[in-house]
Structures are given as structure tokens and as C-alpha cells.
């Protein structure tokens, strides 16, 4: 059979997967553009997919079936599409900028940020008031956006990112591309000690412009909804506090990892592949494996063993990792002590979600405070 990611699939997506995972560990199945994929849902098959060079990122190696997001020319060399060797010459440039010494100097910077947002929250929606703008603020800090721009930059990114209106984001994709275009060249000029200056002796012009796209494609939305998916639960569940790791593994939008090409035949769970055919590795899915998760479906944040694939695994491993934790971290602290009688204002089951293909999240969080 066919697994379709239609509206039936995607209204409970962990019963979907639970369903799938009973019938075995590989699947054929069709993205929502009608094309081919092989999905593969249990967690030693998805684990060893993420690792596994012979699954190629580069768009080169597929032959036929879904190909994933299209970015133009310039943009698309990034270390999402990459193999090696470009991939781990342009990894260990960028690792630069996101060592355990670079990350932590941003602490003073994201506890700002959280604090001031947490005291302007009013309620009506968490989502919009304190989930959407921590990560983009943080965004802007790491690249070194000036903040008179900061505004017009994050109205620029939503547009991208959630397309509401298709040519609106077409011309915020060209503003993004030319505001991005001259704040890569300003840095080159006249370094500073954000991220795309501590870059820009090892890195070409439209390396660095790659890079500043890919960060903010891979670096923001996933913050978002961790934290937006992860308050959810918690205030259901009426938590205050929680490992990052569950909370990633339990409540992350990701549901699949970046699509993946064989570059020869390639056997997992007992089907062969055809080299050139897309494989979509479904980490949402391995999340709630029984055999790896006692009470899979349980949050408990004070789960010990935990070795989840939410931030990916082997040589794409998730390069702003430690970022996102101490998004995640000092966000919920910061909201947590401004407001310690945080509540959903409607039941859980009442939260509306918003369910792709690749990624599921809430579409408003109402709370009162
Ligand atoms: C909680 C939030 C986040 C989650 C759940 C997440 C998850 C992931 C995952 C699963 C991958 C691997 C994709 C694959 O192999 O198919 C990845 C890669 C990546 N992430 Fe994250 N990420 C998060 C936050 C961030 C942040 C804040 C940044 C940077 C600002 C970032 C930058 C990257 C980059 C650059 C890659 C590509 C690494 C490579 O290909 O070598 N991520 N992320």
C-alpha cells in the first residue's frame, strides 16, 4: 500500500507512524507533490539512515521523485545539500561560530531578549508573543542584522517561511536576498564579531550568503515550534521545567529529516532501494519506538536514557544544537519565573495544529498568565 500524507494521515500523525511502524520499518509512500518516496519509520533503521554516506543530500544523485525545497542557484549550496568533501571543509568553517565558548557569550544576549519579551506577553497568544520572535531576535544577534533592520528583516523571513500569499513572499524573498546580499558585503568590508564576520576570511561571498540562508531556514521555525509544541505540553501536563531532550524528542515539529538519495542500491529493514530514489527518514516516527523508549508516548521529563535523533545524527548532526538548548533552555526559564501561573487558556485537545508533510505545530497557543 501507498502511505498518503493526506488530511487523514496528517490529523494524528503519531497514530499514523504507530500504525506504520506495526506494519514494518520501510514504506512507499507519495510527498504531497505527488512524487515517489521510501519512508522509513523505526529507530534503528532511521538512526543508521542519518549516519549512513552512502545516502547522498546532493540533489545530483536523485533520479526521479521528490527533491524537496528549491532555492535559487546561489542559496543552494549549503550543508543541507552537501556531501563530502565540500560538506565537511564548509561544516568546519561554520563549526567556527558555533564552538561551547561562542555559544555561551550569547547567553547575556538570549536572557535579554527572553526577559524583556516575557514581560511584554499579554496572552492571547504565546505563539506569536514570545515563540516567533525569540529565535528571529536571536537570528538577527548571530548574524549581526543592525537593529534598525531587525523589523523589517523578521517581516521579510515570516513571509519566506510561511507563505501565506505567494507573491508576497516572492518579493520578501527578494528583499531578504538583497538585504542579506549587502550585509554579507559590509562584513566582508568591516568585520565585527557576529557569526558572518568570524566567516568571511574562509568563505566566498555566496558561501557566506548560502550560509546566512540555511540559518535562518534550519534555525528558526525549529526553535519556534520546539518551544511553542513543548509549552503545550507542559502547561497540559502542569510542568514548569523539562530536559531539552525531551522535549525534542517528545514534542519537536520535525517530523522527517532532510530527504535523502542512495547513490547505489541501498538495503535497510529488509527492502532494497534503487540508487537515485528519494528516502525521507521519519525521526518523528523513531521518537516512539517502544523498543528503544519504555512509554514511548509518555513525556516524562525526567527521562533518563534518551538518545533521540531530533537534532539528526552522524555527519549533518543539527550545527546549532547548543544554540537551540540554550534557546530552548533560558526562553522557558525566562517565561516560567515572569509568569510562574502559566495556563492553557483552552483544553489541549481544543489547540488547533498545523500538519505538513515535514513538520507539525501549533497554530496559536492561548494562555493566561
Ligand atoms: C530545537 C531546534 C532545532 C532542531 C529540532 C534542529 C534539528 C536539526 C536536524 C534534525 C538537523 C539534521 C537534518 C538531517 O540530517 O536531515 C539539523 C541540521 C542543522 N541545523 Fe538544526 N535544529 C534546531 C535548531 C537550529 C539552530 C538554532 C541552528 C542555527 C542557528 C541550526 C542550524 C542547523 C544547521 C546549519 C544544520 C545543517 C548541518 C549539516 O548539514 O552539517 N539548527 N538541525
Request: hydrophobic share 45%; proline share 7%; net charge negative.
Amino acid at each position: 500500500m501507498v502511505v498518503r500524507f493526506d488530511e487523514e494521515f496528517l490529523k494524528d500523525p503519531v497514530c499514523s507512524y504507530a500504525r506504520l511502524r506495526a506494519e514494518g520499518p520501510v514504506h512507499r509512500a507519495e510527498a504531497p507533490d505527488g512524487s515517489p518516496v521510501w519512508l522509513v519509520t523505526g529507530y534503528e533503521d532511521v538512526r543508521a539512515g542519518l549516519a549512513d554516506l552512502r545516502l547522498s543530500l546532493d540533489k545530483a544523485h536523485s533520479t526521479t521523485g521528490y527533491r524537496g525545497l528549491s532555492l535559487p542557484a546561489s542559496l543552494d549550496r549549503n550543508l543541507l545539500n552537501m556531501d563530502a568533501p565540500d560538506h565537511p571543509r564548509l561544516r568546519r568553517i561554520l563549526g567556527r561560530a558555533f564552538t561551547p565558548r561562542r555559544v555561551e557569550a550569547l547567553r547575556p544576549a538570549v536572557e535579554e531578549i527572553a526577559r524583556s519579551l516575557a514581560d511584554a506577553v499579554g496572552g492571547d497568544d504565546l505563539l506569536a508573543e514570545f515563540c516567533v520572535p525569540l529565535p528571529i531576535r536571536v537570528i538577527c544577534e548571530l548574524l549581526g542584522v543592525p537593529p534598525a533592520d531587525v523589523t523589517a528583516f523578521r517581516e521579510w523571513t515570516d513571509a519566506v517561511l510561511v507563505p501565506a500569499d505567494p507573491a508576497r513572499a516572492r518579493s520578501a524573498m527578494g528583499s531578504l536576498y538583497a538585504f542579506l546580499t549587502s550585509l554579507v558585503a559590509a562584513k566582508r568590508e568591516s568585520p565585527g564579531d557576529d557569526l558572518l564576520s568570524v566567516v568571511a576570511d574562509s568563505l566566498t561571498a555566496d558561501e557566506m550568503l548560502s550560509a546566512a540562508f540555511l540559518l535562518l531556514l534550519a534555525g528558526y521555525e525549529n526553535v519556534v515550534h520546539v518551544l511553542g509544541n513543548g509549552l503545550a505540553e507542559l502547561l497540559s501536563a502542569g510542568l514548569t521545567s523539562s530536559t531539552v531532550d525531551e522535549l525534542v524528542r517528545h514534542a519537536s515539529p520535525l517530523q522527517l529529516a532532510i530527504r535523502r538519495f542512495p547513490v547505489h542500491d541501498v538495503e535497510t529493514g529488509g527492502t532494497t532501494i534503487p540508487a537515485g530514489e528519494t528516502v525521507m527518514l521519519a525521526v518523528a516516527s523513531a521518537h516512539r519506538d517502544a523498543s528503544v523508549f519504555p512509554d514511548a508516548d509518555v513525556f516524562d521529563p525526567s527521562r533518563a536514557e534518551n538518545p533521540h535523533v531530533g537534532f539528526g545524527f552522524g555527519p549533518h548532526y543539527c550545527l546549532g544544537a547548543p544554540l537551540a538548548r540554550l534557546e530552548v533552555e533560558v526562553g522557558l526559564a525566562a517565561l516560567f519565573s515572569r509568569h510562574p501561573g502559566l495556563s492553557l487558556a483552552v483544553p489541549y485537545a481544543e489547540l488547533e495544529w498545523r500538519s505538513a508533510f515535514r513538520s507539525r505545530s501549533l497554530r496559536r497557543l492561548p494562555v493566561r498568565l
